[in-house]
C-alpha cells in the first residue's frame, strides 16, 4: 500500500466502495423483483452477492488502499496510527463520494430513478444494538485475522457480513458511507434518512470498541 500515492489510494477507495454500494442495492433489487413477495429469499440474495463482492474487492484493491470502503475501518486504522488524520478525512470523504455513486449506478441498470429518498424503518433499541454488535465484529474480524492470517482478510470479511446480514437485527449495515447511499435509495437495501444518525453513532461505537478490544488482547506481555 505504501508504493501507491495517495490519489492513487483515493481513487482505489472511492471506486471499490461504488461498486460495493451497487452490488449491495442492485442485488436487492433483483432479489425482491425474483422473490415474489418472500422476503427471506430477497434477503438471501442480497446476502450472497454482497459477501462474495466483498471477498473479490478485497481482493483487487487491498494492495492498493487497503480496500477499507468503510469509514470506520479507515478510523479503526486511525486509531491505531497506521492512517494519518488528514487521510482518513479524505478516506472518508471519498467513500462518501463513492456510495453515492454506487447508488446511481445501481439504478441506472435497473431504469429506476437515479436518486430515491428511503422510506425503508430501521430503528429501535435492538437495531441499534444489532449495528454495534455488527460492526464490533467487523472490526474484531479485520484486526484478528490481519494478525494471525493476513491473506484470508478477505474471505473472513466476506464471510463475517454474510453471517451478519442474518444474526444481527439490523442486517449488518456496519458502514457509514455505505449507509448514507442506501438512504437514497427506495427499495430493498434502503433506509429512512431519518434513521441514518443511529446507525452511524452505533457502527463508530461498535468499530471504536472493537479497535480498543483487540489492541489490549493483542498487547505483548511485558
Known sequence: ???????????????????????????????????????????????????????????????ISGAHFNPVVSLSLALQGGLRWREFFFYTLVQILGGLAGTVLAHSMFDLPLIQISTHVRTGAGIWIGEIIASCGLLMTIIGVHKNHPQAVPYAVGLFITAGYWFTSSTSFANPAVTMARA????????????????????ILGAAGATFLMRWLYKPNI
Do not use: C, H, Y
Open 1 to 63: 500500500m505504501k508504493d501507491f500515492n495517495l490519489k492513487r489510494r483515493l481513487f482505489s477507495e472511492w471506486i471499490g466502495t461504488a461498486l460495493l454500494v451497487a452490488v449491495v442495492i442492485g442485488s436487492g433489487i433483483m432479489g425482491e423483483n425474483l422473490a415474489d413477495g418472500n422476503d427471506a429469499i430477497a434477503l438471501l440474495a442480497n446476502t450472497l452477492a454482497t459477501g462474495a463482492a466483498l471477498v473479490v474487492l478485497i481482493l483487487i484493491f487491498g494492495q
Open 184 to 203: 437514497f435509495s427506495d427499495t430493498f437495501a434502503g433506509i429512512r434518512p431519518g434513521d441514518i444518525g443511529g446507525f452511524i453513532m452505533a457502527q
